[in-house]
């Protein structure tokens, strides 16, 4: 999972940093939105918009955003957001799958093909990537939450199916469907957490040279930058030597 962590290190790389951090808020807005609007507008009878209001914490979104953004679900007339899921190939045949929140799905899926089509890759059939993934739920805990022993123990009582812990914290991982109760059970002992989310980890990454990373890269960087897409997952690894050139 290495070479996903440096993925996700650079996955935000969007130029200005209040551009960076509007795009973010915009992003996570929509998701609470979203949220409040297929389920109910209350956190606490709302798994999924107690998970969205926890990430927008974790990325110091202001209170009254939050606010302004579970309001909006209740507006008559606002937006109706549908989830949607792009699977395709990027180059160096990495598989790469793209969630999206959109109220126009030609609109989005035009944008989503042009963008892989820019840089080398192309739209597959459902189920053509996800195969290659799992989906799992993951909690999050500061590292002085707890020691690695005592999250793990935790983890296995409330029924989780692995534990990560390192100096960066703890990463709870568990079934999607069980991850509100294994995060409730875990809350209730170490507090909230610092995120509780649905994600698609990579069973296995390929490798990849300094020129399909360097498209693999920019693509993700496209796909980000579009409003409706929500998150991007790809199943490749990049060496270190070559990650630090294109990074630069």
Not at 220 to 241: K, R
Request: charged letters at 30%; aromatic letters at 6%; hydrophobic letters at 40%.
């Amino acid at each position: 999972m290495a070479g996903h962590s440096k993925f996700k290190n650079i996955q935000f790389r969007k130029g200005a940093q209040d551009k960076k951090r509007s795009k973010l808020f915009s992003k996570l807005a929509r998701e609470i939105t979203a949220a409040a609007k297929m389920g109910l507008p209350d956190p606490a009878m709302n798994p999924r918009l107690r998970g969205a209001i926890q990430a927008a914490r974790a990325q110091n979104m202001p209170k009254d955003n939050i606010e302004r953004a579970i309001k909006k679900s209740e507006e008559a007339g606002g937006a109706n957001y549908e989830e949607v899921r792009y699977e395709g190939f990027g180059a160096g045949g990495v598989g790469v799958i793209v969630e999206a929140l959109t109220d126009n799905r030609n609109r989005t899926a035009s944008e989503v093909r042009s963008i892989f089509t820019k840089f080398g890759g192309n739209l597959g059939e459902t189920g053509a990537v996800s195969f290659m993934f799992d989906k799992l739920g993951a909690i999050e805990f500061d590292a002085g939450k707890a020691t690695a022993e005592a999250m793990l123990e935790a983890a296995i009582d409330a029924g989780a199916e692995d534990c990560e812990s390192s100096a960066d914290g703890h990463v709870v991982y568990c079934h999607p469907d069980e991850l509100h109760h294994v995060a409730k059970a875990l809350e209730a002992r170490f507090g909230e957490p610092r995120a509780a989310r649905i994600f698609w980890r990579p069973k296995s990454t390929v490798p990849v040279e300094e020129e399909p990373g360097q498209k693999l890269l920019r693509m993700i960087e496209g796909l980000e930058d579009s409003d409706d897409v929500q998150n991007v997952y790809a199943n490749f690894e990049i060496a270190d030597e070559v990650l630090e050139r294109l990074s630069a």
